[in-house]
């Protein structure tokens, strides 16, 4: 079965710094891999998807992502962060089977201060 | 095109009762997913909806089940609610494709329904 880990629970940094948050995952096979945002109150806006080909994937609102097979890992970075960031983010793997089920990390919350 | 929309946003039950979540999946979208996000165990997903048939299940209790119409719409039923069924639950939907036909297999969510149970 498939898993994800968010170490980070909670993220703090300046606006105008840039941003790393981490996500490691496993399964057995190549994984689809994406990351989510959720605002307080709001469901989930995809941000980024990982299927094949090129490692380093763009997404919307300035973040990018690198998949990293040896490290099994797809961290997400922002090379300068703004205050409509604060958020959560989530990671999660879908099989490539159809991905009919997402397994999510736990989230990272990230707060910006001015 | 309208998004994911989950109906109502708000809920207030009170235990023993049951509750029905609607959920209408973008159009031309087939498939429709419900996940259930709780401070202490996160997002876990509940099941999977295709061609009106059940494909796929979460580790939940019976309490919980769910239905897909012709249309593609969801509806999520839970009774006999209890305490810990308070939660956002999230509904997400896509187009379904074939194998790694990654684009088709993105989900695609809605805002959820704030479920809380007193």
């Known amino acids: 079965a498939q898993s994800v880990t968010q170490p980070d629970i909670h993220i703090t940094v300046s606006e105008g710094a840039s941003l790393e948050l981490r996500c490691n995952y496993s399964y057995g096979a190549t994984p689809y891999l994406f990351w989510y945002v959720q605002s307080p109150g709001q469901g989930l806006q995809l941000l980024l998807k990982?299927?094949?080909?090129?490692?380093l994937v763009q997404g919307i609102k300035g973040f990018e992502a690198e998949f990293k097979r040896s490290q099994s890992s797809f961290n997400l970075r922002k090379p300068s962060v703004h205050w409509s960031d604060a958020a959560e983010y989530f990671c999660a793997v879908g099989t490539n089977f159809g991905n009919e089920k997402l397994t999510f990390g736990t989230g990272t919350r990230l707060t910006i201060i001015p | 095109k309208a998004g994911v929309t989950q109906t109502p946003r708000y809920l207030i039950k009170t235990r023993g009762q049951q509750v029905t979540l609607s959920c209408s999946p973008i159009s031309g979208h087939r498939s429709v997913s419900w996940y259930q996000q709780t401070p202490g165990q996160g997002l876990q997903f509940l099941f999977e909806y295709f061609s009106e048939t059940q494909r796929n299940k979460g580790n939940f209790p019976g309490r919980f089940s769910g239905r897909q119409f012709s249309n593609s719409r969801s509806e999520m039923n839970v009774s006999t609610l209890e305490l810990g069924d308070s939660a956002l639950y999230l509904c997400?939907?896509?187009?379904?494709?074939?194998?790694?036909?990654?684009?088709?297999?993105?989900?695609?969510f809605g805002a959820g329904t704030r479920l809380s149970v007193l």
């Open positions: 990982y299927f094949s080909g090129d490692t």
């Open positions: 997400a939907s896509r187009q379904l494709g074939s194998g790694r036909e990654g684009s088709k297999n993105i989900q695609y």
